[in-house]
């Protein structure tokens, strides 16, 4: 399992972007990365499916440094056999679903399944909450 797959999956699963989206972050950095006035690390700028751009996220610094020490991108199908040396079963967008699922869990506690799914669905650059219902089925 290349160090590369694991930093465009870790993109995947801590921000909940499709594999295309996490490959544009790496492949331009300084288009997408930038500190805000906190001094954090935030993604901004991201296109998703349909050129609907995404909020602005807070990066973990431990994946911006990881991000930073990505030196051969792989292709998307070395990528995809990266994951299938993990486990057969495992998909690029498992990690979106994982982050829907965890998303939703952290915040239901505190505010209702209706604003959660709202928030799970704004996060995932959907517009429609049937999508991100389907996501924390999966």
Known sequence: YR????VISQIMLENGYR?????????????YISKNDKGEYIISGVVGKGGKIYNQKILNNNLYINIKEVKNIPSKSTFH???????????????????AKNLYKKISQEISHEKALKIVSNELN?????ISLYYLSK
């Open 3 to 6: 160090y590369e797959s694991g």
């Open 19 to 31: 594999i295309s989206e996490a490959y544009n972050i790496v492949k331009n950095l300084q288009k």
């Open 81 to 99: 056999n990266d994951l299938k040396s993990i486990d057969k079963n495992l998909r690029a967008h498992d990690f979106r679903y994982s982050f």
């Open 126 to 130: 959907h517009n429609r909450l049937e």
